[in-house]
């Protein structure tokens, strides 16, 4: 257990929070529920789904922490927020010092308190398990104290070191480089971001759609960065714009890659290259970040009335969410695996069977084939069931001999994983890069085969969550740091 949650143990308020409440009626308190838009009204538009919890369901909610002598809920957040600081401070209705308390970890809580998958990460170490009791609404608490804080206008910057003169380079601008770039400003650095698109927030922006997240939501964290003194540069494409040698013309002692991982990966079956097949990348950029879809924008995007989305991770979910609101008739999930194995989060499932989308479970595609005109007409899916588990551990799927179907389509998403763009680390010397394009690194570091060079997100990872892209980020700013400071760097 850190030092400073030791210390708030002491804290009188939290005796007193004890004594008026006793862990006896904090398990009797129920978990909160999330409020969330009609589907029926919800497909219509591109608001959020989760309303948001109140005041007082969060001071509710808050209640039944328990405030365990070893919370591992800590120990299961990869950024290491003092959950049970912020927690308890909500309860005692100072959600002004909850928020502050997040800002000392994370860069992004309202992001976190969004998209992470909590329910595999804090919630799922909550003691509430061991007594068959659903687990504290962390993620909600999170969200609650961001959000209150950005509408309250009374916004808390974390503490700034004296700036130290040093100057260090940035690539790319999602989870783990905002999540660096903060860390690194806090500790006083000079620090300059560099994103190759036209608008800051890598997949926070292009990636997630609003109705799961925001694109205010995204500014406004980018916006508490700038006040800390990060500074960004859009439209800048490191190998190509600039050189790994140029940033070292100008003076940056340090380097954080976090390019993410970009290239879309496809399934090699006959048909891919008809009309109307696409990648979730492309579908998913052109309508979060180019605006395709609506009335005021030009970018084009092909819509069908049949849809079928390849897939079971979040970014399918997102894909297959999206196709509904873009007007399908109808939508498909189509997966390998059965829904047990699908690696989505259960609450994206939830909304996406509330919201009318069909799952083909068990369902493989193996061609695609079109009309006269080129464009996809035709989907046949092979039928599996599952074998024996693979290396990630699930089931793997296995054909049925026989069992071939065919579905009537007019636009196919493929949304089977990513590969890292092999631009930056491709274009850097010496860079020991592994056979998937990932950087290599020290898993505890995050430095790269370059002693000034470390990297971390996707672009190390080939494909991880918001949470553990910015728990590489606070790894890297400070193991940097102790690497600038210990060689007197100036």
């Not at 595999?120 to 509430?128: G, P, Y």
């Not at 190509?240 to 340090?254: A, I, R, S, V």
């Not at 680390?425 to 020290?442: A, C, M």
């Amino acid at each position: 257990m850190t030092n400073d949650i030791k210390e708030s143990r002491n804290e009188q308020w939290r005796e007193d929070l004890r004594r008026n409440v006793s862990a006896k009626e904090r398990m009797k308190i129920s978990r909160v529920k999330m409020p969330e838009l009609d589907p029926k009204y919800r497909i219509t538009c591109n608001e959020e789904v989760n309303m948001g919890i109140t005041a007082e369901m969060a001071v509710q909610e808050a209640k039944r922490c328990l405030d365990c002598p070893n919370p591992q809920c800590v120990t299961g957040c990869p950024v290491g927020i003092n959950i049970p600081k912020f927690i308890k401070n909500i309860e005692r209705g100072a959600f002004d010092k909850a928020a502050a308390t997040l800002k000392e970890t994370s860069a992004l809580p309202a992001v976190c308190g969004r998209v992470c998958p909590q329910e595999k990460q804090c919630e799922s170490r909550c003691i509430h398990h061991k007594m068959n009791s659903e687990p504290v609404a962390i993620g909600y608490l999170e969200r609650f104290a961001a959000d209150h804080e950005r509408n309250s206008g009374i916004v808390s910057r974390p503490e700034i070191a004296p700036a130290n003169g040093i100057k260090v380079a940035v690539v790319g601008s999602g989870p783990a480089a905002l999540s660096f770039a903060g860390d690194m400003a806090k500790m006083g650095y000079d620090v300059t971001v560099y994103e190759a698109l036209h608008e800051i927030g890598g997949v926070l922006k292009y990636g997630i759609p609003e109705f799961r997240l925001p694109n205010s939501i995204v500014d406004h964290e980018i916006n508490g960065l700038k006040e800390i003194g990060v500074k960004f540069e859009k439209d800048i494409i490191i190998g190509k714009t600039l050189t790994y040698d140029d940033l070292h013309e100008m003076g940056f002692k340090g380097i954080f890659v976090a390019s993410g991982a970009g290239l879309p990966r496809f399934m090699n079956i006959p048909g891919e290259n008809l009309n109307g097949v696409m990648s979730s990348n492309e579908y998913l950029t052109r309508i979060n970040l180019m605006g395709a879809g609506k009335p005021d924008w030009d970018t084009p995007v092909l819509k069908g009335r049949n849809v079928a989305v390849i897939g079971g991770g979040n970014t399918a979910m997102d894909s297959v969410r999206t196709a509904k609101r873009m007007g399908a008739e109808r939508a498909i999930l189509v997966y390998r695996r059965s829904e047990e194995e699908m690696p989505a989060r259960i609450e994206e499932v939830k909304h996406a069977k509330e919201e009318g989308v069909e799952f083909m479970t068990l369902h493989n595609p193996i061609e695609y084939k079109g009309d006269e005109t080129g464009r996809v007409n035709l989907m046949r899916l092979q039928k599996m069931e599952l074998g024996e588990p693979d290396e990630s551990g699930r089931r793997s799927p296995v054909p049925v001999d026989g069992a071939i179907e065919e579905i009537s389509v007019d636009l196919v998403i493929v949304s089977v994983g990513v590969s890292p763009n092999p631009l930056v680390p491709k274009s850097i010397k010496s860079l020991e890069v592994s056979k998937r394009n990932t950087i290599v690194v020290d898993n505890e570091t995050m430095k790269s085969s370059l002693p000034d060079l470390y990297a971390g997100g996707d672009i190390v990872r080939g494909g991880a969550t918001v949470i553990l892209a910015m728990g590489d980020g606070r790894r890297a700013a400070k193991c940097m740091n102790e690497a600038l400071m210990s060689n007197g760097t100036k």
